[in-house]
């Protein structure tokens, strides 16, 4: 089973609205990041969240962190068509080594104009 | 651009033939990883590099051969693949927490 899910799988909204993308986990986490994938490209790191943080926000980005639940979501503010992508929770574990990250499935945002 | 390259962008291999992927950073990063992205799946880590040494090796079949020559350069050779073997080969490279990708090489294996 994987570490990082992110739900839902797929999100369509309209530009303007806000976006919300959960992700679950199921092992004790060193910190918890959101990564960006344009279709076919390489991904892009988002936001990183550590155990011991709540809240994050970064720009329109807000990212919360419920490790009693562990669970994490990701908002998107006033989005736009340009933020049409898939995006992916990833975990490093706070045991072995903490470079390594376990990827969800991922969330496919689509931003209509 | 992240500063992670990879070359070639696409590949289109035949079962028998051998081939290699090039990923270069120009971030000073200490680690190196290979990634492969099959459609409808999660990322799978295949290899990690750090300080050159190979530090994790996830049950990848033995016709994926990772090299990493110096702490800018990781190749992965290919060979003798199955079709089942083509996806997006994504390379990243970190310093701390975060990786920085490439933007993959598309292989096909016919």
Known sequence: SQQGEEDPQALSIQEGENATMNCSYKTSINNLQWYRQNSGRGLVHLILIRSNEREKHSGRLRVTLDTSKKSSSLLITASRAADTASYFCATASDSGSARQLTFGSGTQLTVLP | E??????PRHLVMGMTNKKSLKCEQHLGHNAMYW??????????????????????????????????????HLFL??????????????????????????????????
């Open chain 2, 2 to 7: 992240t500063g992670v390259t990879q070359t």
């Open chain 2, 35 to 72: 990634y492969k992205q099959s459609a409808k799946k999660p990322l799978e880590l295949m290899f990690v590099y750090s300080l050159e040494e190979r530090v994790e090796n996830n049950s990848v079949p033995s016709r994926f051969s990772p090299e990493c020559p110096n702490s800018s």
């Open chain 2, 77 to 110: 050779h290919l060979h003798t693949l199955q079709p089942e073997d083509s996806a997006l080969y994504l390379c990243a490279s970190s310093l701390a927490d975060t990786q920085y990708f490439g933007p993959g090489t598309r292989l096909t294996v016919l």
